[in-house]
């Protein structure tokens, strides 16, 4: 039974070739680059935080039930990041007291959920924390296909996006569709959590998200240059910390997260000594 739940964890019994690996996690990181720049740009960066920690109940209630576990982290997700873009609008909250409330009180209803129905014993460490060299080719098929079309509507929601992130009164006041743009935004971060559960699970999925953005906002001055630094953070992360792992049989997701992590330190203390 063990055995059984951890290959269901893993969602791989036949792992994908390396370079299908490869391909899709570059693929998914070209898509959370420019969303991570935007959402960092308009002050959001929490969201994936709080995105990652409700989804745990997704993940608990579809190894409850039998599905797919990315299918309950799916529908967690999309539905959190509706919810909180409904309630917000209302003015009762903001979104950070929502995103922190969600993001506790799913995560505690996952956790009882997932101490009630796995047995006893069960790791959870992959979902947790991501193996993308288990993915399987299906799986990496669908990221890259999921990751594309995320990028083509960010890419053609793109000049709405930014100018909002700078100002949502000027957005409006240009007749840009200002909350559309920013649903399509929560909830792009929102289905990206659900193809990076794989990669890098759900405790550093907001890393994934956050970080190269982070690291390109050292130098960057604008969400174009943030989210072309993020990318250009974000590859070499991606090949070094999959060949890494591939090398010393370590999880795949906190070594891509160390070495995006390594940019952003180096980037902003090379921007502080230039300063000086």
């Given amino acids: 039974m063990h055995e059984h739940l951890n290959e269901h964890l893993h969602g791989a019994i036949v792992p994908a070739p390396f370079w299908l690996i490869l391909l899709a996690t570059l693929a998914l990181m070209l898509a959370t680059a420019p969303a991570g720049s935007v959402l960092l740009w308009r002050r959001f960066a929490y969201f994936g935080d709080a995105l990652g920690h409700a989804a745990m109940f997704g993940v608990a209630l579809a190894l409850a039930m039998h599905l ?39 995560l505690a209803l996952g956790l009882l959920l997932a101490f009630i129905s796995l047995p006893k014993g069960a790791d959870l460490h992959h979902v947790l924390f991501g193996d993308v060299l288990h993915m399987q080719p299906v799986e990496a098929v669908a990221i890259i296909i999921g990751a594309i079309i995320i990028a083509v509507l960010l890419w053609r929601s793109w000049n709405v996006l930014v100018l909002g992130a700078v100002s949502d009164e000027l957005a409006q006041a240009e007749g840009w569709p200002v909350q559309r743009a920013q649903m399509l935004l929560l909830l792009s971060a929102a289905a990206l959590l659900a193809l990076a559960a794989k990669a890098a699970g759900l ?74």
């Fill in 203 to 276: 405790l550093l999925f907001a890393s994934l998200l956050i970080i190269p953005a982070a690291a390109a906002r050292a130098f960057a001055r604008t969400p174009e240059h943030m989210a072309l630094g993020a990318v250009l953070v974000a590859l070499p992360a991606v090949i070094g910390g999959l060949f890494i792992a591939r090398a010393f049989a370590i999880p795949s997701g906190p070594a891509i997260v160390s070495i995006a992590f390594g940019f952003f330190v180096l980037f902003h203390l090379a921007a502080w000594l230039r300063r000086r």
């Fill in 68 to 106: 797919p576990v990315i299918a309950g982290v799916a529908v967690v997700a999309l539905v959190v990041a509706a919810t909180v873009i409904r309630m917000a609008r209302g003015g009762q909250l903001a979104h950070d007291a929502l995103l922190g409330t969600f993001a506790h009180g799913l």
